[in-house]
């Protein structure tokens, strides 16, 4: 008899899925493969300004892997920094695949700064992404869900409590706020039955690492290795899963030991 799928009949959200080796594509993969369907957002207009560009044909090259994996999967092309952006992801998944009960806010805005650079504009930039879209589509969630013990709502940060940051002044502050948010959020929603937690993965080899940085972060790794995608996705499971419905309002660090 073929056992059944942790997460079959479960419908999850992930945003910042644009990458091939991306952690939000990883992520997709896992809950598909534990038989979610997946509605997976992304932003074309950033990746281009990145220096691994936009890889144009991906949303629907990734949406027929999915598929074949026995899943439904969608996606859509949407700006966090928009302030009607929440409204938009959770009617289009709602249209599309149904209700969700899985949120995994994976999109985030980072440039470099540091204190010689840093000024309202960068910091407008940060913030709308990745405080003002996280909390946002997070409460909008817990609105529109329905209730019962299966509801989850995962947030990425980058072990901004474990150390500082240096260049990277408004990612910080603004992955930081995410970490705040969590605990409090955890304690308001668990009545509904949702769950609410963070996942710092470390420093993850997804496609932005040069040889130079690789060569400089594997010494901290007392494992031996970089962290991959896989590694963050495998966690982002679990917690979607009712093997994790006794935890909430943690910040779980998965970076394989990394020290800084």
């Known amino acids: 008899m073929q056992q059944t799928k942790r997460l079959s009949g479960r419908i999850a959200v992930v945003t910042g899925a644009s990458r091939r080796r991306g952690i939000g594509t990883a ?39 999915l598929s074949a ?65 996280t909390c946002l589509l997070s409460a909008e969630f817990a609105r529109r869900y329905r209730g019962g013990s299966g509801g989850r709502i995962i947030n990425m940060i980058s072990g901004q409590d474990k150390g500082p940051m240096r260049g990277e002044l408004a990612y910080a502050a603004t992955k930081g706020a995410i970490s705040a ?45 970089i962290g991959q995608p896989e590694d963050a996705a495998r966690l982002i499971a679990f917690l979607a899963s009712d093997d994790a419905q006794w935890i909430t309002g943690q910040i779980l660090h998965s970076d394989g030991g990394f020290w800084g």
């Not at 969608?74 to 599309?96: C, F, G, K």
């Not at 969590?182 to 769950?195: H, W």
């Not at 470390?202 to 940085?213: F, K």
Request: net charge negative.
């Open 69 to 133: 994996m026995g899943v439904r999967a969608a996606h859509l092309e949407v700006n966090l920094a928009e302030s009607d952006a929440p409204s938009r992801i959770l009617d289009a998944t709602i249209t599309m695949l149904g209700s969700p009960s899985i949120l995994v806010n994976n999109a985030a805005h980072s440039t470099s700064d540091g204190f010689q650079k840093l000024n309202a504009e960068i910091l407008d930039a940060h913030y709308a992404v990745n405080v003002r879209g």
């Open 181 to 225: 948010f969590t605990v409090s959020l955890a304690a308001e929603v668990a009545p509904l039955g949702i769950t609410v937690n963070a996942v710092d993965p470390g420093p993850t080899d997804s496609g932005w690492m040069s040889d130079d940085v690789r060569a400089r972060l594997l010494p901290r790794f007392p494992m031996g290795r």
């Open 27 to 65: 992520i997709c993969r896992a809950l598909a493969r534990d038989g979610a369907d997946v509605l997976f957002t992304h932003w074309k207009s950033y990746d281009r300004e990145m220096a691994w560009g936009a890889d144009e044909d991906w949303p629907e090259e990734f949406v027929r892997e």
